[in-house]
Nanobody, 125 residues
Framework: QVQLVESGGGLVQPGGSLRLSCAAS????????MGWYRQAPGTPGDQRDL??????????KYADSVKGRFTISRDNSKNTVYLQMNNLSPRDTAVYYC????????????????WGQGTQVTVSS
């Protein structure tokens, strides 16, 4: 079964940096897009906002609010996606979720979509 394991969250002061990692494993043949979404405190339900995504071919997309500060990268050989976050502000405080979309698996048909368990990022002085 496919699992996404995130790491790298924590508490950082405004202006600081963090690097998130997400490794996908479990019978994976290939993954189309991998990315990061976030849910800010007080956001109702399961609403998660796009932060950044990267396709297998390297096409990247960023939310306007993080352009110039965050960088997404990916290692296809390891099915791992990274998010380098610089110049963090309190508005970046959220639970960050990793997503793997268009997953082709060895033992399951179709294109599947998976989420990580989330990692907390808190930006505060």
């Amino acid at each position: 079964q496919v699992q996404l394991v995130e790491s790298g969250g924590g508490l950082v002061q405004p202006g600081g940096s963090l690097r998130l990692s997400c490794a996908a494993s479990g019978g994976i043949f290939s993954i189309d897009a991998m990315g990061w979404y976030r849910q800010a405190p007080g956001t109702p339900g399961d609403q998660r906002d796009l932060v950044a995504t990267v396709t297998r071919g390297g096409t990247k997309k960023y939310a306007d609010s993080v352009k110039g500060r965050f960088t997404i990268s990916r290692d296809n050989s390891k099915n791992t996606v990274y998010l380098q976050m610089n110049n963090l502000s309190p508005r970046d405080t959220a639970v960050y979720y990793c997503n793997a979309d268009g997953v082709i698996e060895h033992y399951r048909s179709g294109l599947n979509d998976y989420w990580g368990q989330g990692t907390q990022v808190t930006v505060s002085s």
